[in-house]
């Protein structure tokens, strides 16, 4: 797999259920997990659905997506508060099992180290983790755009799985938080690609609550078949002083 490759959402998926054993925890955690985001979504949809006072086909329909947007902005926002959980009880051990049986050398990083290096990578997120459910709220109050606001919704979902997926593969594989995040930047460009793909995907498996379960392992597994497929630079593994000049030219050679 190259470094350009912009599939692995959907190699993930086919990956993990081609392998029963790496079910268990991610899917007992996503499950309980997303019982509580949609509980939230539905419950914040249901109290601004239109009431009998809306009259008029055109007044239903408008409020009705508003109503729904505002379920995907309650949705995005406690999804979003929910992947750090979910990545500490579940999404670490699946990543580690799928990069052993690939024989992929793993990291040596110590938990606190980890730890610290992970809420440095998280800081760095948050204009995104912002971002998106700001644009699907703007979306939301016009009304008319309420299903852009949607699909705004579900890349955003999808971005920032793929860029904690990223992170975590590169800390597995023993890099710190300033060169992970180095990394992930220069990879920019593949990572937003692959997020379009994982929202598509996500799209699809939303046809059943089941396929929803399966959209987190999916993302997770691909990225640690993706980034244990890399070849790690004595560039990439420099501390963060060095400079990072070196890094796409590093990463066009791996391509």
């Known amino acids: 797999m190259t470094r350009n490759e912009t599939s692995w959402p959907i190699r993930g998926l086919g990956y993990f259920l081609r392998h029963p054993r790496l079910w268990l925890e991610p899917m007992v955690?996503?499950?309980?997990?997303?019982?509580?985001?949609?509980?939230?979504?539905?419950?914040?949809?249901?109290?601004?659905?239109?009431?009998?006072?809306?009259?008029g086909w055109w007044g239903t329909t408008v409020a009705v997506l508003i109503a729904l947007g505002w379920g995907a902005v309650a949705l995005v926002f406690s999804w979003l508060a929910l992947i750090p959980v979910l990545i500490g009880l579940a999404y670490e051990a699946l990543v580690k099992r799928v990069m052993t049986a690939n024989g992929v050398e793993l990291g040596t990083e110590s938990t606190i180290s980890s730890m610290k290096s992970s809420a440095?990578?998280?800081?760095?997120?948050l204009p995104f983790i912002v971002m998106y459910p700001i644009l699907a709220l703007i979306c939301n109050l016009?009304?008319?755009?309420?299903?852009?606001?949607?699909f705004i919704g579900q890349f955003g979902l999808a971005h920032i799985a793929t860029m904690e997926a990223g992170d975590l593969c590169l800390s597995v594989r023993g890099l710190s938080g300033s060169q992970r995040w180095r990394v992930l930047q220069t990879h920019r460009r593949d990572i937003l690609a692959s997020a379009f793909v994982g929202a598509l995907l996500s799209m699809l498996l939303s046809f059943t609550f089941v396929g929803w379960l399966l959209f987190l392992p999916a993302m997770f597994t691909g990225a640690a078949l993706w980034i244990?497929?890399?070849?790690?630079?004595?560039a990439e593994r420099a501390p963060s002083t060095s400079s990072a000049?070196?890094?796409?030219?590093?990463?066009?050679?791996?391509?």
């Open 120 to 125: 440095i990578i998280l800081l760095r997120m």
């Open 245 to 255: 000049k070196a890094l796409p030219a590093a990463a066009e050679s791996e391509s």
């Open 29 to 55: 955690f996503t499950l309980a997990g997303w019982c509580v985001v949609l509980g939230l979504a539905i419950g914040v949809a249901w109290t601004t659905w239109p009431g009998e006072s809306v009259e």
């Open 142 to 150: 016009t009304g008319i755009l309420a299903p852009l606001g949607l």
């Open 228 to 234: 244990g497929s890399w070849e790690l630079s004595d």
